[in-house]
Nanobody, 115 residues
């Protein structure tokens, strides 16, 4: 059974930082390209960043230069380091495969950027 458990969200002021974690189970993690996604109120879920099995990364234009995705295959975990946060980054953040599978969405972790 595939499961993704996201953590690390919270309330942060504009310009602040957060590090999100996603623990994966039920997959061969080292052989899986992974991604972070987010959904803001009233908007569709969107891709934030992806990381391939070889470590290659891709970012949405809106987060390029501010967010960094990484993975630890020994811990079956993918991370999202978020710096210089903006109010428009407020959303629920999820992880899933690079090609996301609808049945595998977890609960996500709420990130709120506000003063």
């Amino acid at each position: 059974q595939v499961q993704y458990v996201e953590s690390g969200g919270g309330l942060v002021q504009p310009g602040g930082s957060l590090r999100l974690s996603c623990a994966a189970s039920g997959i061969i993690f080292r052989a899986s390209a992974m991604g972070w996604y987010r959904q803001a109120p009233g908007k569709q879920r969107e891709m934030v960043a992806t990381v391939n099995i070889g470590g290659g990364t891709n970012y949405a234009d809106s987060v390029l230069g501010r967010f960094t995705i990484s993975r630890d295959n020994a811990k079956n975990t993918v991370y999202l380091q978020m710096n210089s946060l903006k109010p428009e980054d407020t959303a629920v953040y999820y992880c899933n495969g690079k090609v996301p599978i609808d049945n595998f969405w977890g609960q996500g972790t709420q990130v709120t950027v506000s003063s």
